[in-house]
């Protein structure tokens, strides 16, 4: 059963800051991992997805690495704004097209003016 | 990409009585999935919508608590059935596109009371 872990569980910083959050999942048989955001009784929204085969994508001033075979990704922001303050998740989906999302347990971000 | 609305936003309901939960995607897809997000907790899977087919329900969810309909390509249903507190939750519609990417609608959050 495919487990996935966010460190840390919240973080903040001060605005303009660059900072990393870290993804683990315990099976490496993965089809894609995908980042979200999640804004205080919102739904998600999706920021960047990462095939298998890839080690990396950026959106702006967002960029996800992906380690597949060490069950690793992170997701780097660069210049952080106070806008950048939500909850941030993770989620894998397994091989085989019917496969399902299993979600992390999200990092709270709140960035400081 | 995919455009989710959800109806209703949010609702106060009593124990013992039953919401219908609405939800409508601006495409045709095949996949379609129902999350319920427990307070300060991630996302779990409820079930997964084909249409033209029984929804599949995780572990731990079952049609008599949380009947689902999918009558075509762009919309489906989540009732959540002899509400008890326990249920108070943010349910969210999500939709594959393209095969890989996932979209979340905006969710509904219920609270029972």
């Known amino acids: 059963k495919q487990e996935v872990t966010q460190i840390p569980a919240a973080l903040s910083v001060p605005e303009g800051e660059n900072l990393v959050l870290n993804c683990s999942f315990t099976?490496?048989?993965?089809?894609?991992l995908q980042w979200f955001r999640q804004d205080p009784g919102k739904g998600l929204t999706s920021l960047l997805l990462?095939?298998?085969?890839?080690r990396e994508q950026t959106s702006g001033r967002l960029n996800a690495s992906l380690d597949k075979s060490s069950g690793r990704s992170t997701l780097y922001i660069a210049a952080s704004q106070p806008g950048d303050s939500a909850t941030y998740l993770c989620?894998?989906?397994?091989?085989?097209?019917?496969?399902?999302?299993?979600f992390g347990t999200g990092t709270r971000l709140q960035v400081t003016l | 990409s995919a455009v989710i609305s959800q109806k209703p936003s949010r609702d106060i309901c009593q124990r013992g009585t039953s919401l219908t939960i609405q939800c409508q995607v601006d495409?045709?897809?095949?996949?379609m999935f129902w999350y319920r997000q427990q307070p300060g907790q991630s996302l779990t899977l409820i079930a997964t919508?084909?249409?033209?087919?029984?929804?599949?329900?995780e572990s731990g969810f079952v049609i008599d608590k949380f009947p689902i309909s999918r009558p075509n390509l762009t919309f489906s249903t989540l009732t959540v059935s002899n509400m008890s507190p326990e249920d108070s939750s943010i349910y969210l519609c999500?939709?594959?596109?393209?095969?890989?990417?996932?979209?979340f609608g905006p969710g509904t959050r219920l609270t029972v009371t």
């Open positions: 989620a894998v989906r397994g091989t085989g097209t019917a496969s399902k999302l299993t």
């Open positions: 495409s045709q897809v095949t996949m």
């Open positions: 099976d490496s048989a993965i089809y894609n």
């Open positions: 919508a084909n249409q033209g087919s029984e929804a599949t329900y």
């Open positions: 999500s939709v594959r596109a393209g095969g890989n990417e996932q979209y």
């Open positions: 990462i095939q298998s085969s890839q």
